[in-house]
C-alpha cells in the first residue's frame, strides 16, 4: 500500500466517523444544516436598511454571497470549535495521535463532514443564485472557486486555534462569538463593506474573511480590478498562514484541566 493510499484510507476512516457524530449530536446538525439558512434572512432584513447604489451590487447578489460566506463561518468555524473540542476533552484526539494518522491528518479527517456540508450548500446556493435569482454565471468562476477555498481551509485553521482557547463545548458558544459579530458586520456579511464610512471600510478590508468575501463577490459579480483583487488574494492567504503557525504552537491534544 502506498503513502497517499493510507492517508486517504485513514482520512476516509475519520471523516466516517466523524459524520456518525455529527448526525447523532442534533444540535451540531442543527447548526449546520439550518442556520446558515436563517442567517440567509437576517441579512436580507439588514440590506432593507441599506441603500446598495453605487455599488453595483443588487439585495439578491449580496444575499446569495454572504450565503457562501455564512456557510464557511458558521457550518465550518462554528461547527468544528466544538468538534475539535469533544474530541480532544474525551481523548479521542490523544488516541489518535498514538496510531499511525499524523496531527495533520487527524484535523483534516475531523473537518471533512463540516467542510463538505458547507460545500454542498455553496453549490446549492451557486445553483439557486443562477436559476432562480437572475444572477447569471460567475464572471471569474476560477477566483470564487480559489476564494471558497481558501475560506475552507482559513475556517478550519481558525477553528483549530480557537479550540486551543476553548475550555469546553458549552464555552465554545462564546468563544467563537467574537469573531463571528465581527466577520459578519465587518466582512461584508450583513452589509457590504463598499457601503461602511472610508476609514472604517479601510480597517474592515484587514479582517480574515473580507479577502475571502471579495474573491468569491467579485469573481462572481465582477467590478473589482486586479490590484484589488491581488490584495484580497493576500490578505486571506496572509491569515490563513497566521492561523496555520497558531494552531501548530498552541492547539492542545490533551483535555484542559
Not at 468538534?83 to 499511525?100: I, P, Q
Not at 443564485?129 to 437572475?134: R, S
Not at 475552507?152 to 482557547?165: G, I, R, Y
Request: with cysteine; glycine share 10%.
Amino acid at each position: 500500500m502506498t503513502t497517499s493510499t493510507a492517508t486517504v484510507g485513514r482520512l476516509t476512516a475519520l471523516g466516517r466517523a466523524e459524520i456518525t457524530l455529527l448526525v447523532r449530536n442534533r444540535t451540531a446538525l442543527f447548526v449546520a444544516l439550518l442556520m446558515p439558512v436563517l442567517m440567509l434572512g437576517a441579512v436580507k432584513s439588514s440590506l432593507d436598511r441599506v441603500d446598495l447604489g453605487g455599488t453595483g451590487l443588487s439585495v439578491a447578489a449580496t444575499v446569495i454571497t454572504s450565503g457562501i460566506g455564512m456557510a464557511l463561518l458558521v457550518v465550518v468555524h462554528m461547527n468544528l470549535v466544538a468538534a475539535y473540542v469533544s474530541r480532544r476533552e474525551d481523548l479521542a484526539l490523544k488516541r489518535l495521535r498514538t496510531g499511525e494518522a499524523s496531527d495533520l491528518e487527524i484535523l483534516t479527517g475531523t473537518a471533512l463532514p463540516a467542510t463538505a456540508v458547507a460545500l454542498v450548500q455553496i453549490v446549492v446556493l451557486t445553483v439557486a443564485g443562477v436559476a432562480f435569482f437572475g444572477l447569471g454565471a460567475p464572471a471569474r468562476p476560477d477566483l470564487v472557486v480559489a476564494g471558497v477555498l481558501i475560506g475552507l481551509v482559513q475556517m478550519t485553521a481558525l477553528a483549530a486555534a480557537t479550540a486551543a482557547v476553548t475550555r469546553t463545548v458549552e464555552s465554545a458558544q462564546i468563544t467563537t462569538l467574537p469573531f463571528f459579530l465581527i466577520s459578519s458586520l465587518g466582512s461584508g456579511l450583513f452589509v457590504p463593506v463598499e457601503v461602511l464610512p472610508e476609514g472604517l471600510a479601510a480597517v474592515c478590508e484587514r479582517l480574515p474573511m473580507t479577502g475571502v468575501m471579495t474573491l468569491v463577490r467579485s469573481g462572481w459579480l465582477g467590478g473589482v480590478d486586479t490590484g484589488e483583487m491581488v490584495g484580497a488574494a493576500a490578505t486571506a492567504l496572509a491569515w490563513t498562514v497566521l492561523a496555520v503557525f497558531a494552531v501548530q504552537r498552541w492547539f492542545r491534544w490533551e483535555p484542559r484541566r
